[in-house]
């Protein structure tokens, strides 16, 4: 099997609307910065968008989330028989290539340390990026994610 590519992007929210088409609220850039660890993402939504050749022998997609510390965390995929169904189905329409779309949403989301949180297809031997999002600690007011509240912290023995 082989990508032609795997594009993605963190979000607060993803909405379906009655047209087939979703909207996107509040899309994260590619750095953002909390004000203390452990912090928190009250939601966070993933969405990927996955192209393949027609010609590839497709097999299950698993999709997980990779952690600073390189810990994975799986958040689904796409089984083989659905895979097979959607490669079979574009081969009739004579389309340019398979299109698998995936969609995540964690909440809420704790942010354990700085550092990069990726999300990753693995498709047998072969591994693809599809989004990727670098979370930094900032002394300033201008932190894009909260810090947990006292809550949700554990207690100190």
Same mark, same amino acid.
Not at 82 to 104: C, D, H, M, W
Not at 112 to 125: D, E, H, S, T, W
């Given at each position: 099997?082989?990508?032609?590519?795997?594009?993605?992007?963190?979000?607060?929210?993803?909405?379906?609307?009655?047209?087939?088409?979703?909207?996107?609220?509040? =899309?994260?850039? #590619?750095?953002?910065?909390?004000?203390?660890?452990?912090?928190?993402?009250?939601?966070?939504?993933?969405? =990927?968008?996955?192209?393949? #050749?027609?010609? +590839?022998?497709?097999?299950p997609?698993?999709?997980?989330?990779?952690? %600073? #510390?390189?810990?994975?965390? %799986?958040?689904?995929?796409?089984?083989?028989?659905?895979?097979?169904?959607?490669?079979?189905?574009?081969r009739?329409?004579?389309?340019?290539?398979?299109?698998?779309?995936?969609?995540?949403?964690?909440? %809420?989301? %704790?942010?354990?340390?700085?550092?990069?949180?990726? =999300?990753?297809?693995?498709?047998?031997?072969?591994?693809? =990026?599809?989004?990727?999002?670098?979370?930094?600690?900032?002394?300033? #007011?201008?932190?894009?994610?909260?810090?947990?509240?006292? +809550?949700?912290s554990?207690?100190?023995?």
């Amino acid at each position: 099997m082989s990508f032609l590519n795997a594009v993605g992007f963190f979000c607060e929210d993803i909405r379906e609307e009655r047209s087939n088409k979703e909207t996107f609220l509040g =899309v994260f850039p #590619d750095n953002v910065q909390v004000p203390s660890f452990p912090g928190i993402f009250q939601k966070l939504c993933i969405y =990927v968008r996955i192209h393949a #050749d027609t010609k +590839s022998k497709l097999g299950p997609i698993a999709m997980s989330l990779r952690l %600073p #510390d390189g810990a994975e965390h %799986p958040l689904g995929g796409f089984e083989k028989g659905f895979v097979a169904e959607q490669s079979r189905e574009t081969r009739r329409q004579k389309n340019p290539y398979i299109g698998l779309l995936f969609k995540a949403m964690l909440t %809420p989301f %704790p942010i354990p340390q700085a550092g990069r949180y990726i =999300v990753v297809a693995k498709a047998g031997k072969l591994e693809q =990026v599809c989004c990727a999002i670098n979370v930094q600690l900032t002394p300033t #007011d201008h932190a894009t994610a909260s810090a947990q509240p006292a +809550s949700q912290s554990p207690t100190v023995s």
